[in-house]
């Protein structure tokens, strides 16, 4: 069966930096886009970052452009989301999906505070 694992939350100071891990099974990893998405306290869950599957194009929300890089590597069937300059409205639980249904991780928090 499909399952989505992510792994690398933790705690940062504001301008610090995480890299977030998800990684995929019981699907053709290589040729799937794969989405983060995040949901801070007392917020609905956003779109944060996609990357196509075989194109490898990316996609981002325009609050993290600039300062967060989505990636993969299809042979350890895993996607990245590397956070710099993170900001403490970055914090929230992160998810992985697949981008065009319904299969999404557990979530992995990522707090920001000094």
């Known amino acids: 069966q499909v399952r989505l694992v992510e792994s690398g939350g933790g705690l940062v100071q504001p301008g610090g930096s995480l890299r977030l891990s998800c990684t995929g099974s019981?699907?053709?990893?290589?040729?799937?886009?794969m989405s983060w998405y995040r949901q801070g306290p007392g917020k609905e869950r956003e779109f944060v970052a996609q990357?196509?599957?075989?194109?490898?194009?990316?996609k981002y929300a325009d609050s993290v452009k600039g300062r967060f890089t989505i990636s993969r590597d299809n042979a350890k069937n895993t996607v990245y989301l590397q956070m710099n300059s993170l900001k403490i409205e970055d914090t929230a639980v992160y998810y992985c999906?697949?981008?065009?249904?319904?299969?999404w991780g557990q979530g992995t928090q990522v707090t920001v505070s000094s």
């Open positions: 999906r697949r981008s065009f249904d319904n299969y």
């Open positions: 019981g699907f053709t990893f290589s040729i799937t886009a």
């Open positions: 990357i196509g599957g075989a194109s490898g194009y990316t």
